[in-house]
């Protein structure tokens, strides 16, 4: 079923003698089994092959995972409880949250720091992280790697600690989450 949707959304990339190579964007796969429905897929730019079920390469294909900064509080929080805070102990705290289609959100508290009249000074930011739930499967490794190249993307002026911090934010965050949609 996926590998006929993945067929009709792609265009063929190459053919070589059995095998048959399409292309979504900046991404080529090919079918390894028409039964189970497991593909092979890499990035154009990627020389490393990787492999899995059609259904979760569809959904990575239809539903990216998005790092969005809010500027007010979402609607969809609404009435919503945090499900953690992380970094409790330290000056600053992370809150978690989960919408009814179970994206993250968190609130950091010092996000953006400003010298304003010689003090530093901080303020709320909020994000919003979508696509998660279709990758409730993965590995945690998987979903890291993958929140880490979109955040670096997005935050590009960032130097290696901050991405660093910024990993490790996002480790304890998805640890909670995943605990959290487990639970359900």
């Given at each position: 079923?996926?590998?006929?949707?993945?067929i009709?959304?792609?265009k063929?990339?190459?053919?070589?003698?059995?095998?048959?190579f399409y292309?979504i964007?900046?991404?080529?796969?090919?079918?390894?089994?028409?039964?189970?429905?497991?593909?092979?897929w890499?990035?154009?730019?990627?020389?490393?092959w990787?492999?899995?079920?059609?259904?979760?390469?569809?959904?990575r294909?239809i539903?990216?995972?998005?790092?969005t900064?809010?500027?007010?509080r979402p609607?969809?929080?609404?009435g919503k409880?945090?499900?953690?805070?992380?970094?409790?102990?330290?000056e600053?705290?992370?809150?978690?949250?989960i919408?009814?289609?179970?994206n993250?959100?968190?609130?950091?508290?010092?996000?953006f720091?400003?010298?304003?009249n010689?003090?530093?000074?901080?303020?709320?930011a909020?994000?919003?992280i979508s696509?998660l739930?279709?990758?409730?499967?993965?590995?945690i490794i998987?979903l890291?790697?993958?929140?880490?190249?979109?955040?670096?993307?997005?935050?590009?002026?960032n130097?290696v600690?901050?991405n660093?911090?910024?990993s490790r934010?996002?480790e304890?965050?998805?640890l909670?989450?995943?605990?959290?949609?487990?639970?359900i």
């Amino acid at each position: 079923m996926y590998n006929e949707k993945l067929i009709e959304m792609s265009k063929i990339y190459k053919q070589f003698k059995d095998a048959t190579f399409y292309k979504i964007d900046n991404i080529i796969f090919r079918i390894m089994d028409t039964e189970e429905e497991y593909i092979s897929w890499r990035y154009d730019y990627d020389i490393f092959w990787n492999w899995g079920k059609s259904e979760s390469f569809y959904n990575r294909i239809i539903n990216p995972i998005q790092l969005t900064i809010l500027s007010k509080r979402p609607k969809e929080l609404k009435g919503k409880k945090k499900i953690a805070t992380i970094n409790k102990e330290k000056e600053w705290k992370i809150q978690v949250f989960i919408d009814d289609d179970y994206n993250l959100y968190y609130q950091d508290n010092h996000a953006f720091v400003s010298r304003i009249n010689g003090e530093l000074t901080g303020y709320k930011a909020r994000f919003k992280i979508s696509g998660l739930y279709e990758r409730r499967d993965y590995h945690i490794i998987d979903l890291l790697n993958e929140v880490n190249k979109i955040s670096e993307k997005q935050y590009y002026k960032n130097n290696v600690a901050d991405n660093i911090a910024l990993s490790r934010l996002y480790e304890s965050m998805l640890l909670e989450y995943l605990k959290y949609i487990k639970e359900i």
